[in-house]
């Protein structure tokens, strides 16, 4: 059975730190992996998708790699502001409308 | 959230109480997925659907069901809520011939008395 893990649940760096958010799933047989931002009382906003055969995605400030022999999805963020203080989520997508999502990182960035 | 849209945001019950939470979409995407959030856990899946007319159940179906009786709408239905059925609610759309990028309402935030 697929699993999602984060860590750590929560982060609290000072304003323009750069920044790594951790993703981990146990079964290596996905179809992608995306990264989701969730602001508070809001829903899922889509960041980046990496397709299975990528190594990695940027768009911006923010680079996902995939590493699927480690099970392993890292989130970089350069230069963080007090606008990127959100809860990021990572969700694997595993086939057969199965998407497996972690239970999210909790970002604070202190201006 | 634009192309998502979940009546209603806010809703209270009280046990046994019944309700439907619609999802309408615009994209004209033939997946919709219904999912419940709760605190320190990932997003669950209840029911989806994979076209017009056809729906599934998913991770977490009790007391819940579906319809999809038009391409555009999802239903998720609680016939008698329970207090367990406290948590946010999501739908999200995919494009089952594209990139599989899910796209997400803004949620409905239920609490059952």
């Known amino acids: 059975k697929q699993e999602v893990t984060q860590i750590p649940a929560a982060l609290s760096v000072p304003e323009g730190e750069n920044l790594v958010l951790n993703c981990s799933f146990t079964?290596?047989?996905?179809?992608?992996l995306q990264w989701f931002r969730q602001d508070p009382g809001k829903g899922l906003t889509s960041l980046l998708l990496i397709q299975s055969s990528q190594r990695e995605q940027t768009s911006g400030r923010l680079n996902a790699s995939l590493d699927k022999s480690s099970g392993r999805s890292t989130l970089y963020i350069a230069a963080s502001q007090p606008g990127d203080s959100a809860t990021y989520l990572c969700?694997?997508?595993?086939?057969?409308?199965?998407?497996?999502f972690g239970a999210g990182t909790r970002l604070f960035v202190k201006a | 959230n634009a192309g998502v849209t979940q009546t209603p945001k806010f809703r209270v019950l009280k046990t046994g109480q019944s309700m439907t939470l619609l999802c309408a979409q615009d994209?004209?995407?033939?997946?919709m997925y219904w999912y419940r959030q709760d605190p320190g856990m990932g997003l669950r899946l209840i029911h989806y659907s994979v076209g017009e007319g056809t729906t599934a159940k998913g991770e977490v179906p009790d007391g819940y069901n579906v319809s999809r009786l038009k391409k555009q709408n999802f239903l998720l239905g609680l016939e008698s809520a329970a207090p367990s059925q406290t948590s946010v609610y999501f739908c999200a759309i995919q494009d089952g011939g594209g990139k599989n990028i899910q796209y997400f309402g803004a949620g409905t935030r239920l609490s059952v008395l």
């Open positions: 994209m004209n995407h033939e997946y």
């Open positions: 079964d290596s047989a996905i179809y992608n």
């Open positions: 969700a694997a997508f595993t086939g057969g409308f199965k998407t497996i």
